[in-house]
């Protein structure tokens, strides 16, 4: 079964890309969207207990998967972002060459992800990173424009140092295990074997994983590659793919594999709330929709490394818990700049207002995204922050809690003064003729609304069917 998550996507690619494909092709993104609805549906419905079988086909991929609670939170995940991106990218391209370009990258993406968060080695690992990272290099600089291809340059860039250290870190562990699968690595690390090369390892690859989650003071690239890719790619980058390619990487190998470090925990505690402190303080400056949305995944991520540093089940549990909320508020607040740049031809906020009364279901829902990335209760991001804080007062953590609590009420206020440029006041007769939305981002984002809310209310019927057995994942 855990084949088909990277092999479908696959023959996705190689389907599209013949010759005689053409009615295909004018379905692509129809393809997209139906492919990531299962890939969500099937995550849900089928019990734990299913994943753990294994078929000739996983003896045929000849890859070690495996799909504990964390990858399915994953693969869910991915599912959710990936049909938001499918949607908005459906009313964005209107060339069938160019639909099918974007959907095959897409798909290449969905295999790098899908591929990372089920390998159970550390090679596998980085190359599915990097298969997922070469596709999101594509897809920023995808409409070849100057600001597209600064931004990829600038991605690409940083990429490649974040490479370098973890394929550098990668050979170091398998010289010292004699392996790269997760138990191995483990148990060398846990019998002290050459532990100055195991600090120099663990370091490097977990500064290659704060590069590609874009953490600060690695961050540079995050704001270029956000704000100029095409709206569709900006939804599946920011929901989803610098996540699997950074944030769970960092969950996976330091809960996981590396042995419990203190140290290690406070780099991390002091990595998330330096970035969450920076990226909310640059938020509140910025004039462009797009561009505070991205400075806010900067400081939103930072929530989910601190809960990770915590080291506690509890905060790892609220890390992965909001590392799932952020995927589908994100989603929701990029789907929604989607339809106004869709809309209007810009994303900057100078040049909007009164749009509520224009584009209705895009404010209500932004509305929503808004609470839940703030911390507003009950919404879904309300529950996972509360998690984190409240792990970190009981590990004593207190100045980290304090920061996580007062820096959401610098999200609520820059997210509320974009909600009231956008949404509020009177409409310049330039906007007299604005419409809601296509349909189909309208259904996006009613969707990513609809889990943000009901998340939040069913919170505590999730607390034993989800958050308890994510405090024992590992």
């Not at 997209?32 to 207990?49: C, I």
């Not at 550390?122 to 995808?142: D, K, R």
Request: net charge positive; charged share 10%; glycine share 10%.
């Amino acid at each position: 079964m855990l084949p088909l998550f990277i092999l479908i996507p696959l023959t996705g690619v190689v389907l599209l890309n013949l010759p005689f494909a053409g009615a295909l092709r004018k379905r692509a993104f129809a393809l997209v969207v139906l492919l990531s609805a299962m890939q969500a549906a099937v995550v849900v419905v089928h019990p734990a207990g299913f994943w753990a079988e294994t078929s000739l086909m996983d003896r045929f991929l000849a890859l070690d998967l495996k799909a504990g609670q964390l990858s399915l939170v994953m693969l869910l995940s991915i599912g959710i972002a990936l049909f938001a991106a499918a949607m908005v990218g459906h009313c964005t391209f209107r060339d069938d060459r160019q639909r099918s370009h974007f959907v095959s990258v897409l798909l290449i993406s969905l295999i790098g992800m899908n591929g990372a968060v089920l390998v159970a080695d550390l090679f596998s690992l980085y190359v599915f990173l990097e298969v997922t990272s070469v596709a999101s290099f594509v897809l920023i600089a995808f409409n070849r424009d100057l600001r597209g291809l600064e931004g990829a340059f600038k991605y690409i860039v940083l990429s490649a140092v974040a490479t370098v250290l973890m394929v550098s870190a990668v050979a170091l562990l398998m010289m010292m295990a004699g392996g790269t699968g997760f138990g191995q690595v483990k148990a060398a690390l846990e019998a002290g074997q050459g532990a100055t090369l195991a600090r120099l390892a663990t370091g490097a690859f977990v500064c290659g994983l704060f590069i590609k989650g874009g953490l600060v003071p690695f961050h540079g690239w995050v704001l270029g590659a956000y704000s100029a890719a095409p709206a569709p790619a900006s939804v599946l980058l920011a929901g989803i793919a610098t996540k699997v390619t950074g944030v769970y990487g960092l969950v996976r190998l330091v809960v996981t594999v590396f042995p419990a470090s203190e140290t290690i925990n406070q780099v991390l505690m002091l990595v998330g709330a330096v970035s969450i402190v920076v990226g909310a303080l640059a938020a509140l400056g910025q004039r462009d929709v797009k561009r505070l949305l991205a400075y806010s995944s900067i400081s939103q991520v930072g929530y989910i490394v601190l809960g990770l540093g915590c080291g506690t089940p509890l905060g790892i549990a609220g890390a992965i818990f909001h590392l799932f909320n952020h995927s589908v508020f994100k989603s929701l607040l990029f789907v929604n700049a989607a339809a106004l740049e869709g809309q209007l031809g810009t994303t900057e906020m100078d040049r909007m207002g009164g749009l509520g009364q224009k584009m209705p279901v895009t404010g209500v829902t932004s509305v929503i995204g808004v609470l839940s990335t703030a911390g507003v209760p009950p919404l879904s991001g309300f529950w996972s922050k509360l998690v984190i804080i409240v792990a970190l007062w009981q590990a004593y953590h207190h100045a980290y809690a304090v920061i996580a609590v007062l820096f959401s009420l610098v999200t609520l206020a820059y997210l509320l003064v974009l909600q009231r440029k956008v949404f509020f006041g009177k409409t310049s007769d330039s906007l007299a003729g604005v419409r809601e939305a296509p349909r189909e981002v309208v259904a996006a984002a009613l969707v990513l609304a609809g889990l943000t809310l009901g998340i939040g209310l069913l919170f505590p019927l999730l607390v034993h069917t989800f958050l308890l057995p994510m405090s024992g994942v590992f």
